[in-house]
């Protein structure tokens, strides 16, 4: 009996400890959690792939989210605003694993771990996203919270201008494109990453009455960066979405000093003209054409050694180089502006909007043998009658709708369309009053749907996941903000 007596009191007291460790831990939670979200906008713009800075990042990441969602997740909860959008997305992507996996389970088609993992740490990174940026809104102010978010977005355009002096540093060696990456391996995510920057970039200049030189700045360095990433996904989404706003803008008949408008007309339009002479007077298909295969893996494939290894050329001092440059300065002159004059062939095959059809095409037909559940988990990131990509596997869809019901069928396609036509709604009928957050908004989600169209790996990319769940957040805290209610 004195036995038990003794241990209900040593539980006693170690219970009565919890609160107290509860409140310090509160105490951290706030420069917790914020010094988190901001770690996460910096680290989802690293994805430097095989490496063990690629491995730390990842982790960091981890951490991070876990941070948001255990100290801001019952929080943020409580906050009022709408909660229908963020389920709906983090439902749709949630049902596309549940469905993919089992339906590759019973249809015994291979799982790969590493995907299954990968694709579970973004569902993760999307919910960090959405309670982080709920959360810290409310804590320090939507208006300042987006002011630094331009900043650092502002600063990674400025990373990927500086790709030259990274490839001279060592610091992208597995280096497949010749186009500016920054520390991103896909020059299309960088793209993405310096079409984030603009439109937010606009939505500051579209509600100052006088000159935001930040946002200017910040609108020239991110039409710089996507114009040397030469993605024209990122070129075409950008004109056409600063051409809606800028129609949008005209239709409230609240105009913003002309000098504004001018500026923003005029570099989308110099985008666009530099869009239209890369395509037709410097020829498309050369500019785009995968270059030859490298002779050591083909021998490998047809087990023919007999196949002599390729010298590399000397330069002209007689050294040979295989290093793939011979300085920052022959870097931007022999790697992406030679490829800017069509001098230059680089990783893609053809026009890409002709190799995008043609992968839609079979896409679609495979989709027509399962379209209610699919056909498993990663089936469309490889399809069988594909052309050839550079690990010499079959390419993959490249469009994240067809992706979607192609591997797990109509319930995620439905919940992630209805997600995005209710943002859209939503920052239609926000009034003018939130103009930096309506145009903001609006012309992320608009940058979203085209990307979308063209790519299929976007729900496993840190910046479309990352601000997948941080316009949920804004568009919350703009409901709430428009219903007049008081925050929790």
């Not at 105009?255 to 989308?268: C, D, K, W």
């Not at 890409?352 to 095409?361: F, H, K, N, Q, V």
């Amino acid at each position: 009996m004195a036995d038990q007596a003794h241990l209900k009191i040593r539980n006693s007291t170690v219970l009565s400890l919890i609160p107290t460790l509860w409140q310090r831990l509160e105490f951290l939670s706030v420069p917790g959690i914020a010094l988190s979200f901001w770690t996460l906008l910096v680290l989802v713009q690293v994805n430097l792939q095989g490496s063990i800075i690629r491995t730390t990042v990842l982790s960091i990441m981890l951490i991070c989210s876990l941070i948001i969602i255990g100290f801001a997740g019952l929080r943020t909860w409580r906050l009022p605003g709408a909660i229908w959008i963020g389920i709906l997305f983090l439902g749709s992507i949630a049902s596309y694993l549940v469905i993919g996996v089992a339906v590759s389970f019973f249809s015994d088609t291979e799982l790969q771990t590493r995907d299954l993992t990968r694709q579970v740490f973004f569902l993760v990174l999307t919910l960090a996203a959405m309670i982080g940026g709920r959360w810290i809104i409310e804590r320090f102010g939507f208006e300042t919270v987006l002011k630094w978010t331009l900043v650092i977005l502002t600063v990674g355009c400025v990373v990927i201008l500086a790709t030259p002096l990274w490839r001279e540093a060592g610091l992208l060696q597995e280096l497949r494109y010749t186009r500016f990456t920054g520390f991103f391996t896909d020059p299309n995510d960088a793209g993405f990453l310096g079409s984030i920057t603009v439109v937010l970039a606009v939505a500051f200049i579209f509600n100052r009455h006088k000159i935001d030189w930040l946002a200017f700045l910040a609108l020239i360095l991110g039409y710089a960066a996507v114009m040397t990433t030469l993605s024209y996904t990122a070129l075409a989404a950008c004109a056409g979405t600063i051409a809606l706003l800028s129609v949008l803008r005209f239709y409230y008949r609240n105009l913003y000093p002309l000098r504004n408008m001018t500026i923003v007309l005029a570099t989308t339009l110099i985008s666009v003209i530099f869009m239209f002479i890369t395509i037709s007077e410097w020829d498309m298909a050369s500019l785009f054409t995968r270059p030859p295969d490298p002779t050591p893996a083909i021998s490998v494939l047809v087990e023919d050694e007999t196949t002599p290894t390729p010298t590399p050329a000397p330069t002209p001092d007689g050294q040979i180089n295989d290093s793939g440059t011979n300085g920052i300065l022959d870097t931007f002159d022999d790697v992406s502006f030679k490829a800017i004059r069509g001098d230059l062939s680089t990783d893609e095959p053809s026009n890409p909007l002709s190799r995008r059809t043609e992968l839609w095409a079979i896409g679609f037909e495979e989709i027509l043998d399962s379209p209610f559940v699919g056909q498993g988990f990663m089936t469309m990131r490889s399809l069988d009658e594909a052309p050839l990509q550079y690990e010499y596997r079959p390419e993959g869809v490249h469009n994240l709708y067809l992706m979607l019901i192609g591997e797990a069928g109509i319930v995620p396609l439905a919940m992630f369309v209805a997600a995005l036509l209710l943002m859209i709604w939503h920052s239609l009928t926000l009034p003018t009053s939130s103009a930096l957050g309506k145009y903001a908004i609006l012309g992320w989600v608009l940058l979203m749907i085209a990307f979308a169209m063209s790519f299929h790996h976007l729900l496993t990319m840190g910046t479309y996941s990352f601000f997948l769940g941080f316009s949920c957040a804004i568009v919350a805290f703009l409901i709430q903000q428009r219903r007049g209610t008081s925050s929790a």
